[in-house]
Every structure is written in structure tokens, then in C-alpha cells.
């Protein structure tokens, strides 16, 4: 009898686990966000983003819109996130979302790739 309830709850226990493995299967399906860039210049700008992004774990595409002063990202939510993505670009140089740029990488930048109006 005891070893019913055991073989039971092991049935049990399998199936749950088939079960969160189907549901993090399903998680991981692409996701895509929009990334504001507002410090974003000129095509050099572009490329260094992009390269930045692509380099995160999970990204699976990404395209800089200059004109908007936007990514569009493409990636696997179970290996990154937004904040993830924002800190690539922030390295990179440039401010993502509400993020400010991280002051040596934006330093770094070829003149051109410098906000015009800044006061650094
Ligand atoms: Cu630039």
C-alpha cells in the first residue's frame, strides 16, 4: 500500500515536472522591445550599439533605427532582460532608456559620436 501512494506521488512528480518544462519552453520564446537612444549621432553610433547588444547572451537580433533614436532587440527573456540590455549599451556609450551613459565609454567615443549641446 505504502509503495502505491510512493509510486503514485511519483507520477505525480514527473508530471509536474514535465509540466514546468513545457512552460519554460513556452517562456522562451522570442521577445522584442524598444530600447529609446536618445544620445544616438550618426551611423558609427549605430554600429557600436549594435555590436554592444549583439554581444549580450540571448540577443537573437537587433536593428538601430537613427532617425527614431531606437533599438528594436529581438531576445530569449529566459537568458536576458531589458535591464540586461540597457547596462550593454550604457558600456557602450550611450544612454538606453532612462540609463545615462557610462562616463569613460562615452569619453571614448569619436567626437562625432558626442551629444553636441553636453557640457562634458
Ligand atoms: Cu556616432
Do not use: H
Not at 40 to 65: F, I, R
Not at 80 to 89: C, F, G, N, Q, R
Not at 94 to 108: I, L, P
Amino acid at each position: 500500500m505504502k509503495f502505491r501512494i510512493f509510486a503514485l506521488l511519483s507520477v505525480f512528480v514527473i508530471a509536474t515536472g514535465v509540466a514546468n518544462w513545457i512552460g519554460c519552453s513556452a517562456k522562451s520564446e522570442a521577445t522584442t522591445v524598444e530600447v529609446k537612444l536618445p544620445t544616438l549621432q550618426c551611423a558609427v553610433c549605430v554600429n557600436t550599439v549594435e555590436t554592444a547588444v549583439k554581444q549580450v547572451d540571448g540577443v537573437q537580433s537587433v536593428s538601430v533605427d537613427l532617425n527614431a533614436k531606437t533599438a528594436k532587440v529581438t531576445f530569449d527573456a529566459e537568458l536576458t532582460s531589458v535591464p540586461a540590455l540597457e547596462k550593454a549599451i550604457v558600456q557602450s556609450g550611450y544612454a538606453a532608456n532612462d540609463t545615462k551613459a557610462d562616463s569613460t565609454a562615452y569619453q571614448q567615443l569619436p567626437s562625432c559620436c558626442k551629444v553636441p549641446d553636453a557640457a562634458q
